[in-house]
């Protein structure tokens, strides 16, 4: 393989999870309605943050993460700069407990993706009721945020494998 | 998961997340959302917004399909479980309506006598715009959808967007071959409305709940509202055509009526966007004539 091609590889791995993040977006933005509408479409942007910025930060950039933010204001028609604001205060909050988390069990880190999810909610609601003068109905948020607690191992394992197999190996 | 974390030093080294990087980011997107509190429609904003819809349709667009497939899939499934009920359900409501089909004929005689009146000035008419979802922003506080025609079809902002039961939004982005819908249940949505039969002026204020409220802007005293009675746009502000149908009055408590809407949202799949030439004044002699002729729906109450 010929230097440049290794360097446009490098970079592709270095920006494969801001990818994925924007995949997520684009899976939010779809027209899914499952089961008629009833089960909320998981945040996955949320999952693909969180994940990278606990295990390989350097492939989650804070340019990244905004990025990402951005692309989902844009795209679901609300405040520009709502969701980049959750996702980066995410990461800050999750990077200043990452030598905690770091090595842990499973089950300790999703307990703590259902905090970090639990906070994003509050800012998210707090926020939107700030901007829009009314104290906003949960029950939607809410669901959506135990749909996204509920896929995290899944994703989790799988993004972890992604991680191992694919961006680390040379 | 012994396999992560152990790594820890591995390529941190390098490129490690700068904190100030963070921080900074974090206070640009608290200045956006401050800024996009004042300045919600602000060109640059505004062609971001319609950039992001145009460089993403198509990918939208590819997958709307197989999403809609595994949908009807899934729906069919359903129906064979209640095919029955469904069918014996069928059979009434189409003897209903070949009552109504015969009732609308005679009718439409009429209204081709008073049309032959030489002084009926004709309502100017509506031209619809026929497009797919293809998005939907699946966001708890943000309701909109994403539909597959734009400026090159000449679907403009404001523009109402109908589906076979009735309304469900109005156009507020438009890129070049897509737009957003803002449904009725965004807490942006304000739409005019009244209600059939008793005069009641008001705009339907969307709440994020499936069924938004009326606030009412002018009323006659002691109106009867009955659960039930229909809610149509009444046109005013000038966008949107009068009598389009929006709903139907679920109930009322002290300071609010509630709608239940026609529009089933996690069904709309085709919608109708309707391109309204609200009559301008000036443009003909007799403007009170004009406005007379497009109020087709009679309300008793005030007449």
Redesign the interface.
Known sequence: MGYRAENLLSVLKTAAPMLLGFLGV?F??????L???VA??PIIPLVVVFFW?I????Y????S??LI?L?QD?????????W??VY??T??VV?SQRSY??????KV?WLGFTLAAASASLM?WL??SL??G?L??VG??LA?MAATILIYPLFGVAF?EL??RVL?EA | MEFLGQDRREGLGRRANSRFVLILLILVSVLLLLSSLYSAQASVFKKAREGVIDATAPVLELFSGPVAYFNGVAGNISDYFNVLEQNKALRDENAELRQWMNEALELRKVVAAYEGLQTYHAPPEAQPIDAYVIGEANDAFARSMIVNAGRTQNVEPGYAVVDDKGLIGRIVDTGGSASRVLLLTDIQSRIPVFVEGTGLEGILVGNTRGKPAISITESADDVEIAQGQRVLTSGAGGVMPRGLPVGVIDGQTRDEIVVDLYANYARTRLVRIINYEFPAIGETLSEEEEEAGDEPIAEPAEG
């Open positions: 684009i939010l933005a779809l027209p899914l309605r089961f008629e509408g909320p479409t910025s295990y390989a930060p350097a989650m950039p804070s340019v993460v905004f933010g692309l844009l795209l679901t028609g609300g405040p520009l700069g709502l980049a604001v980066l205060v990461q800050f990077m988390f770091l090595g842990r069990e499973q880190v998210l926020v939107m901007m829009s009314v906003l109905p939607g948020l959506q972890g991680h191992r680390v």
